[in-house]
Nanobody
Framework: EVHVVESGGGLVQAGGSLRLSCVASGYPYATYGIGWYRHAPGKDREQVSC????????YYADSVKGRFTISNGNDKNTVFLQMNSLKPEDTAVYYC??????????????????WGKGTQVTVSP
């Protein structure tokens, strides 16, 4: 059984930082990516960032480039999202997903992906 658990969300003022963590376990496939999506009220779900466990490539949405950094922990199934220079428009529920397709240019869901329950990030003006 696959488990995906996020942590690290919270309330921060604009310009501040947060670090999200994701621990995934039990994923049965050898080739995959782990990444983050976000969903704000009234908006479509949005890609944020991902990393490939196979070749180390990473992807960032234009809206977060230069501000967010994805990295791995000691275990390839532990992923961090360091979010700096946060803006009110970054406010959303952030979901960690394992089993996505991730390259340097594209990030997509697949029929083998598994999602966490999400963690709320709120950025006040």
């Amino acid at each position: 059984e696959v488990h995906v658990v996020e942590s690290g969300g919270g309330l921060v003022q604009a310009g501040g930082s947060l670090r999200l963590s994701c621990v995934a376990s039990g994923y049965p496939y050898a080739t995959y990516g782990i990444g983050w999506y976000r969903h704000a009220p009234g908006k479509d779900r949005e890609q944020v960032s991902c990393g490939s466990v196979n070749d180390g490539s990473t992807y960032y949405a234009d809206s977060v480039k230069g501000r967010f950094t994805i990295s791995n922990g000691n275990d390839k199934n532990t992923v961090f999202l360091q979010m700096n220079s946060l803006k009110p428009e970054d406010t959303a529920v952030y979901y960690c997903v394992v089993g996505i397709y991730c390259s340097g240019e594209i990030m997509t869901t697949t029929r083998h992906d598994d999602w966490g329950k999400g963690t709320q990030v709120t950025v006040s003006p």
